[in-house]
């Protein structure tokens, strides 16, 4: 009795389901693929329903959205539809059309978003601290660099400077020691004082011959001829050459001022420094008492910063020459004339040899009426 009441109830079960599609379905066809011509159509119309449109979006009448074969195909309704009709499906959010719904392909996420600008932020406050600190770096180093060459050169100068004093003290010794010798005197200028060219000429003598003459026209000066004379008779420097007079005439062709140049060795000062000559050895006062002018010592003054009457190569450190003016006033037998004096030491030709006996020291001094 079950198994008959077990096939009775089987078979009622196949006439229910025939009576509902009217044809036999087997596994097979049940799970084979839905092709895309057949017609999928709601349960409600008797027909069968594949997995595709089982799983596709759901209109807002509940049906399925259909996506026709051809996307110019009823154009008028299932595009007006698809755009005006609410999507619900799976993946979509309730009350936001397809122009709300974000594109699935970039995806916005408030919280990456945040957390991108507050790395993007973060990433350019470092990116400024470290061009701040290379711009820092750099300007240090310029500054380190500037430091640098100034000290190098304040030393090469210092060291230059030494080693020239030390050079002509060391010389200096030498010619001390052995016994450097006046080999000239000074010329008696204030003896040629308002004699003419030719009478200041005979009075000079030591071989004294014209070598230059030139007309003066300055304005506001009595000068108006300028004699300048070689003595011959006296020994020259190789370097200086030999001692000169000069004689400046007035109008009347009278000497209104009369000077003398020699090599300061022919004096007999040898290698001194220049500093030394002025101020201990008083080489200007001394050859303004030979010319016949009476003057104190120190009455030939210095100044203190050597850099006034020092001249430097373009490399500051190579000392070129060194020249210094002097001018004060004398007495002869009471009366009161004026004086100048100019020292030079011109340093190129030594500069040149590497030998300091090669540097060029000449004195001048005038006399004035």
Not at 31 to 56: H, K, W
Not at 293 to 315: F, H, Q
Request: glycine share 8%; with cysteine.
């Amino acid at each position: 009795m079950a198994k008959h009441a077990a096939d009775s109830n089987f078979k009622a079960l196949r006439g229910r389901r025939s009576d509902y599609d009217g044809n036999h379905m087997g596994l097979t066809e049940a799970f084979a693929p839905v092709s895309p011509t057949t017609p999928q159509l709601d349960d409600d119309s008797g027909n069968r329903m594949g997995l595709t449109e089982a799983f596709a979006p759901v209109t807002a009448s509940g049906m399925p959205a259909r996506t026709p074969t051809d996307p110019l195909q009823e154009e008028g309704g299932f595009v007006a539809e698809a755009a005006d009709t609410p999507r619900h499906g799976r993946h979509g959010r309730h009350g936001r059309t397809d122009e709300q719904v974000p594109n699935a392909a970039y995806p916005v996420s408030n919280a990456g978003a945040g957390q991108y600008q507050h790395k993007s932020r973060r990433m350019r406050k470092v990116l400024i601290a470290v061009i701040v600190l290379l711009v820092l770096l750099a300007v240090t180093a310029v500054y380190l660099g500037v430091r640098l060459v100034y000290e190098v050169s304040t030393l090469a100068f210092q060291q230059s400077e030494d080693s020239i004093t030390e050079t002509m003290q060391q010389e200096n010794v030498s010619d001390v020691a052995a016994g450097s010798t006046k080999k000239t005197d000074v010329v008696n200028l204030t003896g040629l004082l308002g004699l003419s060219q030719d009478e200041a000429i005979a009075k000079v003598g030591h071989g004294a011959s014209v070598t230059a003459t030139r007309e003066v026209d300055q304005e506001g000066s009595d000068v108006k001829t300028e004699v300048t004379l070689a003595l011959t008779d006296e020994p020259a420097d190789t370097r200086s050459g030999t001692p000169s007079v000069f004689l400046s005439l007035n109008a009347d062709g009278a000497v209104i001022r009369a000077g003398y140049s020699a090599a300061t060795s022919a004096l007999g000062y040898g290698s001194l420094s220049f500093a030394d000559a002025v101020q201990s050895e008083h080489i200007i006062e001394n050859a303004l008492r030979e010319a016949g002018l009476s003057v104190d010592d120190g009455a030939a003054v210095l100044p203190e910063n050597k850099g006034d009457y020092s001249t430097y190569d373009t490399d500051g450190t190579t000392l070129m020459k060194e020249t210094c003016s002097f001018s004060g006033t004398g007495t002869v037998d009471g009366a009161e004339h004026s004086w100048d004096a100019v020292l030079l030491y011109d340093y190129v030709a030594a500069n040149t040899s590497g030998n300091l006996n090669d540097t060029i020291r000449v004195l001048y001094i005038y006399v004035n009426a």
